[in-house]
């Protein structure tokens, strides 16, 4: 098998590799080697890949062809002569890239005439048919469209409804072998049974568990709630059935005293959490409620224990606590010059280290810098193409961990906390970050017949607060005339029955409150 090292996903990428013998390092000739260019070389070369170097886009007026093969000898010590020249668009040159693949690519080592064994390699579950599109990848033997198959993982036995290959639609065939990237098509009861990286043969052979796949770490976390147009069981089969296919998506129960019943998903990252939400939606219908994300911190306790939290729930007290460390992430940027010190300085706000700084060519560089990943979860990609005009580049990678100092903060309504809402914060902006939280609530309040008071907290000591004023109805109107006195009781009664009111009622907190905080 081979993978195009030019992808959008590094969790996808991550994963082809490695079931992969080689990859073709793709570079867009106009625009030259990108950040994700490099983490996904190095990737491949972790996994001891052959690497097929190719220039794209080269029938373009604006291709730096030599540029570009003088930047990839000089990053990836790729020599300049077996680099490919290509234009996908015209098809030039294509058989150069077909021929160095040959080449340089080793033939899979699996026997034709051996048992059936294959990895599963992604799963799809199609709505309109109810069956499971399995994606493998053949290690060894045959499997026909005629064949039963078994999960070892669960011990399941499917017939086939349908066997086929990529071209790049589906392309029904007889039988896949030895070597071969295709799809199985099974009716499926349970998509428990389905596990990603599951090894599948024919029933009663002898087959072992072929190698896993590398499990994802996901970085980010949000809750997830149905919304008036989704219960919760639907909501649950759904998220069941997409998360069989998005294996790097955790699911636990969680809930809430205001939204219900719901999931704790984790992600790989704020474009993994936006793209599952919207296939949430598109392949099944169905809408929900999903909070803003948050990140594992860890903390060391005194008896030594190292414990790790994604919310202000599980955070330990702080009296128990030796050290606090917060994620950081691996930022790759590749950018003009001319944009060199904008960029430096943004990373340098958002708390970074600088750990190199390469010319990829006279008007070219890369940087690298090590960002706390909370500085990077909402805006940090549009913000670095925004400085650069859209021209710099950026991929992250985990980076473990630095020492921190956080703090929980506590939303109060009329001194009533609402733990939905609690916040983990650096303790140096603590007070900076609760104004700005009840400024916000305050404003997406609906005003009542009594006074709110939105207070954030730490410990007993409120550290901002905010009001939302009653509705006033004049009690006074139909007076015309008389003692002043008597106006007096009337507003003097108001106020008594509104202090009644605030003192029994429950603030209701809106939705979108939760969505946002």
Not at 114 to 138: M, R
């Amino acid at each position: 098998a081979v993978v195009s090292t030019q992808s959008t996903g590094t969790h996808e990428v991550t994963r082809s590799l490695h079931l992969s013998d080689g990859a073709v390092l793709l570079v867009d000739a106009t625009q030259g080697v990108q950040a994700q260019t490099v983490n996904n070389f190095y990737s491949a070369f972790e996994n001891n890949l052959a690497v097929v170097g190719t220039v794209n886009k080269i029938d373009m007026a604006s291709a730096r062809v030599s540029e570009c093969k003088e930047e990839m000898n000089r990053m990836f010590d790729l020599e300049e002569e077996h680099i490919s020249e290509i234009s996908a668009k015209t098809g030039q040159n294509i058989s150069a890239v077909i021929k160095q693949v040959l080449e340089h690519v080793p033939s899979p080592s699996g026997r034709v005439d051996g048992e059936f064994a294959a990895i599963l390699h992604d799963c799809q579950y199609l709505v309109t048919s109810g069956t499971v599109l399995l994606t493998i990848l053949v290690k060894q033997g045959c499997v026909s469209v005629r064949d039963t198959v078994s999960f070892l993982n669960s011990g399941k036995v499917y017939p086939l409804r349908e066997v086929g290959v990529f071209l790049p639609g589906l392309q029904p065939t007889d039988s896949l072998s030895t070597g071969q990237m295709g799809y199985l098509i099974v009716r499926v009861k349970d998509v428990e049974d389905i596990v990603i990286g599951d090894t599948i043969c024919l029933p009663g052979s002898g087959v072992t568990p072929l190698k896993t796949l590398p499990q994802p770490k996901p970085s980010i976390f949000s809750c997830v709630f149905p919304d008036e147009l989704t219960d919760f069981r639907t909501m649950r089969e759904s998220l069941e059935k997409l998360v069989r296919s998005d294996t790097s998506v955790t699911m636990e129960p969680d809930s809430n005293p205001t939204l219900g019943q719901g999931w704790n998903l984790g992600f790989l990252g704020t474009l993994h959490r936006e793209v599952f939400a919207e296939r949430l939606l598109g392949e099944f219908g169905t809408s929900v409620i999903m909070t803003r994300p948050s990140i594992t911190y860890r903390a060391t306790l005194a008896n030594d224990e190292v414990v790790d939290f994604n919310s202000a729930r599980d955070m330990p007290e702080s009296y128990k606590v030796l050290q606090w460390e917060e994620p950081l992430v691996a930022v790759t940027i590749v950018t003009p010059a001319a944009h060199i010190s904008t960029l430096i300085s943004y990373c340098m706000s958002c708390r970074g280290v600088q750990k190199e700084n390469i010319a990829l060519s006279q008007d070219r560089l890369l940087l690298k810098y090590e960002i706390p990943l909370i500085e990077t979860v909402s805006d940090f990609y549009s913000s670095v193409k925004m400085l650069s005009s859209g021209y710099a580049t950026c991929d992250m990678e985990e980076g473990g961990f630095r020492e921190t100092d956080l703090t929980r903060v506590d939303v109060l309504f009329n001194g009533q906390m609402v733990e939905g809402l609690s916040m983990i914060v650096r303790s140096d902006v603590v007070r900076d970050v609760s104004r700005e939280t009840v400024t916000e609530i305050a404003k997406m309040m609906p005003r009542e017949l009594y006074k709110i008071v939105i207070q954030c907290v730490v410990g007993n000591k409120v550290q901002a607060r905010a009001e939302v004023k009653p509705l006033r109805k004049d009690v006074t109107k139909a007076l015309y005339g008389g003692d002043k006195t008597r106006a007096m009781k009337l507003l003097a009664r108001q106020r008594e029955g509104k202090k009644k009111l605030k003192d029994s009622a429950v603030v209701k907190v809106p939705k979108t409150v939760f969505r946002k905080f």
